[in-house]
């Protein structure tokens, strides 16, 4: 059987002894003679229970009272129900009867009616076909928008079998021991590796909603906990093949889409950094053929040194360059995007195209967007050449040898000159649009630069399917699309915006030269941050997840969601199905996993399923469509689950995806033609809404003078509540000027920062609401406790109306209290009768005893024999033991002449 490596971590999990069991002698002095008992008097009135009032009507009913533990786990699926009565047949319930009239009569009544008949007929005649055609076109009975919003072609075809189908598991990659406490903050599939994937941890996911002040210890957890990215197999699912250190917990990674050895992280603090896997992988899975004297020598060597760091271990990874700390961002990085090959930016931020040389040799960039919490975009440029400024990181130098030898310049990454002095080429700064002095918080980022296809570097058509197997794939570099410096961002007030840079004309000269992005379109849509922005790759749709909502958005439509839906729980994170773009899905808080098909349902998702009892922080589909994909989901105990995908047909995947494409074109014409007719509609009654807009300025106008008035109308009864106390006029006078005065510097430095009053005094209201709700609960508090003894009281005789009945007094203690004179005397008096009557029994009956000294022998020697002596000679052996192993040889003579004596005296 072929070992995998990971044995070894089985063998450490098995509880083994790490020495022989003790044995211990417990040693203690016999007889053990218990101590002497004195008894005293109890009154039965001491004690609580000591008597009780029985009553011959009164049950007294004894409860034993059990400690039930009892736990219950339930992950509830969230439906919907409704019931609405629907009559698609309307029937006319109709009684018939016959009129008996005779024909004279019937020719005579139409007569007469005739004129009125025919003039009815023609006055109600167009009402009447108009009735039979709305009667004949809507069927009143039916609910209309539950069949507007579903597609019952789909839903009766076979496609909606492929469309239900629930996720099967495959297996899920955790490792206890190194990511024990810590939650997935991102995940990445390698794109030209099949079966390779990066976990990065952290100690708090950023896709999940906190609430309270942050406790954690940064300074204990920036020493002391491990900060870990996982390079997972699917050859080995006990153990990672690769773990990526890095010295800050990394919130971000993404794998080069063109040269597989790349990856590329952003950590917590704003630092990028850089890992190069070249021949690293290939090393670990490197079978390394040992004896079976060998490998247990080696796990035998292992258990003796798991004090020690390994140094050794060729999967341990150490970061291949950090960026500068002083260039790179100040937060959290939020985002990472590579950049299409085929172009690159300058140091001044233009975008340009690299065109083959003169020899025809076409060179491709390395560029990556990063965004951070910061509110700064900055792009990076793996292939510049480092500069070191003042303050800057010196890689120290050789000091023997001026060069290093060619065995240890193998695996030397070309990018570890970058290391601490990795700077950015471009930064473009974002801030609001209503205040240019604050950045916006980007929580997340897109792009659509780099979009390239892949191919088999050994196709093999007859071989057969294995989803362990690994595939290379190769980028196909000769496509070139047209792209413009854009960049999708959502922040952390909810906002979904379009940033846009136009680059400088020269260089200003500074180590990173900096623009501020502009706004294409910018909406607010999302009731929380967004934490996930997703571009399909086909027309360039794109879905926002932030809050409760997500929508859907399109380059065709600017400005407006084409759709947005709204859930009872926040949403973690949303995707479009990377193999099919027409599923969208979305996660919750509550581990559901709901897909959506807006083709076939837009009113509620297709299938919700359960996937997790925590959080889903991450998700992601193994690209490059296979036979059978992997879809993985990762939830809060750090776990990430994979789940069988089968491959849909091309027919249901055809289909699928044009009905997509004529869902959102008649969505955007429809809201087109809504939005032209509201904007006429605006515009024919602008007097009409100009009118109202005024009603409401003086409602709010008039409004505000009623407060205000209240405010001077409650500062002068304050002023005149406020007057001079006897003998304190001097004092009260010079408090009225220090109150004039820092009356008079507020309103100053008012004006001097510009401050809008009304904003302060809206800020304010809510700080004075919550002071004075904390005073009303004082006062209560306070009132509460004055009548403590009273509510103490009025419980016990609630819950205990026994306490409060009168208890009967208790008896008289005989022992309490001195005795009379007469007692005395009459105690006396009895003491000489029973003296005299003893005496006169003792002279009627003297003591007769015989003594015999030789009994006496015999018994004492008896007694001794049952007991005594044994005992003693016990105790005496216990103490020479003990002396001896002191040390004491003396004590031991003397001890054995004492015994012996006595054993002579004795016998």
Known sequence: MQTMGSEVEVDESIVKNNRPLL????????????????????????????????????YLASIVMKRIDNA???????????????????????????????????????????????????????????????????NLYSNDFAILMRNAHILESAYWSETSKQLVEYLSFMDVNLCKGKMISDIYWHRMWSGIIAIAYCDSSPHIFYSGPNKDDEVYKAVHSTNLVLIWSFLDVLKPKLILESPREVHKISFCKFDENILVG???NGQIIVWDLRNKLQKVEKQEILTTAQQKYRSFLNSLMGWMKDTHDISIIRPTALSDLRYSHKSTVTGISWLEPHYEFTRMGNLSIIEPNEDGIQHYSLQCISTALDGTILIWDLKDKPIVHPGGYKPKKLKRLKKKPSALQVDESPYRVLHLNLKPRYKINIFKRDDKNKSVAITHSTTAYCWLKYEEVFPDLNKKFDIRERI??????????????????????????????????????????????????????????????????????????????????????????????????????????????????????????????????????????????????????????????????????????????????????????????????????RKTLF????????????????????????????????????????????TIKKGPQPGRYIAWIVEQRQAKEEARIKAMIINKKQLDTKELEKRRKPLQKLDEENERKKSKQKERLKQADTIFKDTVASLFPEVVKEKPSPPLNPYTGGNTEED?????????????????????????????????????????????????????RYDLEKQLRIGHESVKKINEEDEEEEIERID
């Open 675 to 718: 939005l032209k007719w509201q904007d006429e509609f605006n515009k024919r009654n602008e007097n009409y809404l100009q009118r109202k807009k005024e009603e409401e300025k003086l409602k709010a106008k008039e409004e505000a003078e009623k407060e205000t008035a209240k405010q001077e109308q409650k500062q002068s009864e304050e």
């Open 824 to 876: 005395k005397e009459n105690c006396y008096v009895e003491y000489q009768e029973i003296e005299e009557e003893m005496d006169e029994f003792i002279a009627l009956n003297p003591l007769q005893y015989d003594f015999n000294f030789k009994s006496l022998l015999v018994a004492n020697r008896a007694k001794m024999d049952e007991g005594g002596l044994h005992s003693h000679l016990h105790a005496r």
């Open 23 to 58: 044995e211990v002698e417990v040693e203690t002095k016999y007889p053990i003679f218990s101590h002497r008992i004195q008894f005293r008097l109890l009154p039965v009135e001491s004690k609580r229970d000591g008597y009780m009032e029985l009553r011959c009507d009164e």
């Open 266 to 268: 952003g950590c917590e």
């Open 72 to 138: 219950l786990q339930v992950a509830p699926v969230l439906r919907s129900t409704e019931a609405q009565t629907i009559c698609p047949y309307p029937r006319n319930a109709t009684t018939q009867y016959l009129y008996e009239i005779p024909e004279t009569e019937t020719s005579e009544l139409l007569a007469e009616c005739r004129q009125e008949i025919v003039k009815y007929a023609n006055e109600h005649l167009e009402d009447f076909g108009d009735m039979l055609r709305v009667n004949g076109a809507i």
């Open 472 to 669: 290379i794939y190769k980028p196909i570099m000769t496509e070139r699309r047209d792209i413009e410096p854009r960049i999708k961002i959502g922040t952390s007030e909810g906002d979904f915006a379009e940033i846009q840079w136009e680059g400088q004309d020269f260089d200003s000269g500074e180590i990173v030269n900096s623009e501020t992005g502009k706004y294409v379109f910018d909406a607010k849509y999302h009731d929380g941050p967004v934490n996930s922005i997703f571009t399909s790759p086909i027309d360039n749709t794109v879905l926002t997840v932030g809050g409760k909502i997500f929508a859907i958005w399109s380059n065709k439509f600017p400005n407006r969601p084409i759709l947005w839906r709204r859930n009872r729980q926040f949403y973690t994170k949303g995707e479009l199905h990377l193999l099919n773009p027409f599923k969208i899905l979305v996660y919750t808080v509550t581990g559901v996993l709901s897909r959506w098909i807006l083709s076939i349902n837009s009113k509620a998702p297709v299938y919700s399923q359960v996937m997790s009892n925590g959080f889903l922080t991450a998700s992601g589909t193994q690209p490059n469509a296979r036979e059978k994909n992997v879809y993985g989901i990762g939830d809060e105990q750090g776990a990430f689950h994979l789940f069988y995908i089968k491959q849909s047909s091309i027919s249901y995947t055809e289909t699928m995806n044009k009905a997509m494409a004529n869902y959102m074109k008649r969505e955007i014409v």
